[in-house]
């Protein structure tokens, strides 16, 4: 009996513990009013468009996005940049292609059917590049984070020095919204770091908040299609719903009540 208590505490420290930790480490996330949200909500394409640009100028350096391709940058419910934009942003980057007639790859301009260009040629060296660590491709990333949007603007916004008694390992930096706290991303975004086009004031809240607009619709790219759907689906039943109610008080009222 002494073992089996014995045992059946362990067995409740051990399921207890990581529950405290986390706890312990879970953290109220920044909020913002997201044009995305909600049964009506889509996306703000300035914010798309200005977010496709602090990828390209920051993030894209070390992150990859390989499902994506330069047409979608055009497609309806996307940044819709007109298809001259879009061609143009594709033709701004090298692309690998081949074998040619000699039997050798060359690079060319990229087109509208190429994906986004890799920024490291494979796991490996991406890996050597960033001391081991392997920097997540973007294309699904608000899906594949625990809090989703409000995780990746907090995240981007959460770097600040790190408490007393609380040392750091070399190349790790301190961000209070990351599991655990300590990231080896150093911080990528500060005020003015890009010139928007539209003229918009490049501050670090207002760069984070367009980041994450992109890559929320680079993890669903039909948001506003299933919003227009799901709207009509409910429409579709309320109208369905009062037809039958009308209908069976005609039916029921021809019954007559026995007293």
């Known amino acids: 009996m002494k073992n089996f208590l014995r045992i059946l505490s362990l067995i409740i420290v051990f399921l207890a513990a990581p529950l405290s930790s986390y706890a312990a480490e879970k953290v109220e ?3 913002t009013d997201w044009s995305f949200k909600g049964l009506f909500g889509k996306f703000d394409r300035g914010a798309l468009q200005r977010g496709y640009q602090v990828y390209t100028e920051v993030c894209a350096s070390c992150h990859s996005m390989k499902y994506l391709s330069y047409r979608n940058l ?4 996307g940044p819709e ?3 001259q934009q879009a061609k ?5 980057f090298d692309v ?3 074998p040619n007639s000699d039997g050798e790859m ?3 301009p990229g087109k509208l059917s190429d994906k986004f260009v890799m920024p490291y040629e494979n796991v490996k060296a991406a890996q050597a590049a960033n001391g081991g660590a392997y920097p997540p491709d973007m294309s699904v990333l608000v899906k594949a984070r625990g809090g989703g949007v409000d995780y990746i603007y907090s995240l ?7 408490p007393a008694g609380i040392i750091l390992d070399e190349g790790v930096h301190y961000n209070k919204y990351m599991y655990g706290n300590k990231i080896k991303m150093s911080n990528p975004l500060s005020d003015g770091l890009v ?7 490049a501050t670090v809240e207002q760069m984070s908040k367009d980041v994450t607009t992109f890559l929320m619709w680079t993890a669903e790219p039909h948001l506003e299609t299933r919003h227009q759907i799901g709207f009509k689906a409910i429409l579709y039943l309320i109208i369905l719903t009062i037809l039958v109610y009308f209908s069976m008080k005609r039916i029921w009222s021809r019954v007559e009540t026995k007293v």
């Open 195 to 201: 010139e928007y086009s539209d003229g918009t004031n």
């Open 106 to 108: 060359f690079t060319r």
């Open 29 to 31: 996330y920044l909020k």
């Open 74 to 77: 055009a497609e309806k419910g």
């Open 88 to 92: 143009a942003i594709a033709a701004s």
């Open 156 to 162: 981007l916004q959460g770097y600040e020095d790190p």
């Open 81 to 83: 940049f007109t298809e």
């Open 96 to 98: 690998t292609d081949g």
